[in-house]
């Protein structure tokens, strides 16, 4: 321990060495201490032995501000490093939806979010800024293609519990980097009918029905189906069921028939038309064939299917047309 007033009065040789060296030693080992240095300077350094910190005076001379443990290994540099412990966000804070709800000057990393206002804007902040904001009411996200842009480039209508990570580009402008639904199952009760429009994947049922109860497809037959995804080229498989209530790829064979027949043609494909309508062809006399000529999975079919219950997988491709 050693501190001292940092003012070396006048004296005989002895009295001022003795005194001066007090001094320095106290400069050497920052004022160490249980107890603060009396009296205190802008910007001293106090190594406080009582709870193990190194504090330094604020620049007004008006408190002390703690530096780290005094026996730290090292600090973490900003050049990065390991930490030894965990690093708490400070508490979460509530703001109120608005025009212009700037998370940006939140007072925390974590934002909640309450009000039914609609939010067009998230306030200004430097470039690299992340915040995690949790709704807590619904409200209405406005995309926007520079300053808010939100996944699926579209309006995004909030739920209680909806969680976001959203990264400032800087200059006000603002990405959702993800958006998480927290829906109960009364929630989604309430929603109705999945939007396939927001997915990448469904099934449809080119002659009506549905998964519980598809409608059969006949042979020699065109069937006329709207693209469940509009505007975008999409890629298709039609599938019958058989006897076994297996779903599987007929595919396409055709061969000609000496029997009097002539070309005949069995299979279910789907494509789609001039970026548009998907059209369904069954083969002129059956949808699948017995024979092994036909590329369909199943072990064996008891007899050409001249008609089955039938859907389509159809998967969106990336970028619209």
């Known amino acids: 321990m050693s501190q001292h007033d940092m003012d070396v009065a006048n004296g005989p040789g002895l009295t001022f060495r003795t005194d001066m060296n007090a001094a320095l030693q106290a400069l050497a080992s920052q004022s160490s201490g249980a107890t603060a240095p009396n009296p205190t300077f802008p910007c001293q350094i106090w190594a406080d032995i009582g709870t193990g910190r190194l504090r330094q005076r604020n620049s007004a001379n008006t408190g002390w501000v703690d530096r780290g443990a005094l026996d730290a290994v090292s600090f973490l540099s900003l050049a990065g490093g390991t930490l030894s412990g965990p690093v708490n966000d400070a508490p979460i804070q509530t703001i109120a939806s608005a025009t212009l709800t700037d998370i940006g000057a939140a007072t925390s990393n974590i934002v909640a979010i309450n009000g039914a206002a609609t939010i067009a804007s998230l306030g200004s902040i430097a470039a690299g800024a992340r915040r995690t904001v949790c709704f807590l009411s619904a409200m209405v996200l406005a995309h926007n ?31 959702c980097l993800d958006y998480t639904y927290r829906l109960t199952a009364s929630a989604r009760a309430a929603l109705g ?56 790829t007929p595919g396409w064979a055709t061969w000609f028939d000496p029997g009097g027949s002539g070309l005949v043609s069995y299979g279910l494909v789907t494509s789609q038309l001039d970026d548009g309508t998907l059209i ?36 969106k491709l990336k970028g619209t047309i």
Not at 157 to 165: G, H, P, S, V
């Open 280 to 315: 369904t062809i069954s083969g002129t006399v059956g949808i699948c064939t017995q024979l092994r000529i036909s590329p369909h999975p199943y072990t064996s079919i008891p007899a050409n299917l001249t008609s089955a219950p039938g859907r389509v997988l159809v998967w």
């Open 145 to 175: 293609a520079t300053s808010l842009i939100l996944p699926g480039n579209a309006n995004i209508t909030t739920a209680a519990n909806d969680t976001a990570e959203f990264l400032s580009l800087g200059g006000g402008n603002w990405i």
């Open 193 to 248: 009918a999945f939007d396939a429009s927001l997915a990448d994947f469904t099934i449809i049922y080119p002659n009506g029905g549905s998964q519980a109860s598809p409608a059969t497809m006949s042979a020699n037959s065109r069937y006329v189906t709207t693209n469940p995804f509009t505007g975008f080229r999409v890629f298709c498989i039609a599938q019958v069921r058989n006897a076994a209530g297996d779903w599987g």
